[in-house]
């Protein structure tokens, strides 16, 4: 191969140069993609990553785009915070959060994807691209759809948080609501891309897609000092963050940028929609699909397109998943923001959550470095707290009044 990488069939090896083709024509098999790992290995070094500016085009050898693509946009690179009072309270001495909440430009992690997967989209001419989507998506592909001057059409569930479709419409995103769940939506939008030459990012585009998740992992590396944490646990959805998440540590090890080491990958899921977790819990190979009921939309998808990649990965590394109910995803998102001032959506609930029932049953050590993915941030998905915190009493502006509440407030402790 003349560039540094290729669509490859994972399971037969079948090479499928780059294109849009999504399933192996020998097997089946969702096409992978594939790179030259020892030419990658001359032309990227630390030092040379180092030298570039902090987004996720730092590690662009590793990332399936042309080398002339034009990637001006600074997504990623997101803070890996140390979180020393969630630690104390989950029982883990070396927790970090890997912040995504303040990813650019819209906020979660599906900015990583979403850059890659339109880059991919422009090299091979598209000029209108869309998703299938449960909210976050949407917002990426619309606001980097707009920032290069794509059409993009959205397709969601009807039933999406407010502040997620407007922050889909606002960027001037062609925005279809679907009586239906996201696996509905899904399988439009697949129907779609075969009538219209459209770059779908989660469907046509979703090997490419796909890889701009191992971008979390390649910062991951670098931010602790070119080292591989032991623990990762990451909110599950339709499963290509985690699985790609342990690719991204498998190619920093092949081409000799970090040592070799062992990274546990830990799943977590809502448990009203836990297809995943449900069968690694219950150490099955099949993922039995499942009707969403979930308040955290973000993960609400009942056949996930990567479910069985997110299995092999969690027991291949000697991980396991966990799921959180409601009241535990609220626990979880109010315990991140009181300890580590950190607003994550209720994605971000399902992970503290998920940790904490890890940590308290010893599957994770807590002397472990453990890495929590924060996937996305609290402000759009407001509605799930709503009615469960106090907003506060009102006075008026008298200071006699203030100091009447502070009596009382006292009284109250
Ligand atoms: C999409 C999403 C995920 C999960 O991603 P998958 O790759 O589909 O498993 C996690 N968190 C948030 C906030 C998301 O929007
Ligand atoms: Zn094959």
Redesign the pocket.
Known sequence: MSSLFQLECPSCRHAHGDGTTIFCDDCFTPLEVAYDLPRVREEMTRSVIESRPLDIWRYRELLPVPADAQTELPVGFTPLLAAPSLGRQLGSQHLLLKNDSACFPTL???DRVVAVALAAARSFGFTVVGCAS????ANAVAAQAARLGLEAWILVPRDLEPAKLLATAVYGAKLVRVEGNYDQVNRLCAEIAERHRWGFVNVNLRAYYAEG?KTVAFEIAEQLGWRLPDNVVV????????SRIAKGFRELVALGLVADHPVRLFGAQAAGCSPIAAAAQQGRSEIVPEQPRTLCH??A?GDPA?GYR?LRVMRDSGGSAESATDDEIIQGMRLLAETEGIFG?T?AGVTVAGAAKLLAQGRIAPQQTTVLCV??NGLKTTDALAGRLSLGPTVRPRIAEFEALLEEQAVAV
């Open positions: 979660s992690f599906k449960t909210g976050n998506l998740s909110p599950m959805a339709g499963g290509a963050q985690i973000s993960l998808i990567d997110a959506e994605a996937t996305g």
